[in-house]
């Protein structure tokens, strides 16, 4: 999985009712894109995280 500032991340909800969380890579501190990633939240709180293989990257380049 790599990515690049301003990607977003989409971690799929794995339980029944549980919904996909999605959140936008403000910083890639992996190397050569790699996880780990600091991500900010809609709501403004940031974390690291190192997403499973229940995750994916959404390219802003696509998006544009």
Do not use: Q
């Amino acid at each position: 999985m790599k990515a690049s500032k301003g990607d977003r991340l989409v971690m799929h909800g794995r339980v029944v009712g549980k919904h996909d969380r999605v959140v936008e890579i403000v910083e890639v501190l992996g190397p050569d894109g790699t996880p780990p990633f600091k991500v900010r939240a809609e709501n403004g709180h940031e974390s690291i995280v190192s997403p499973g293989p229940d995750s994916a990257v959404e390219s802003r380049r696509a998006s544009e």
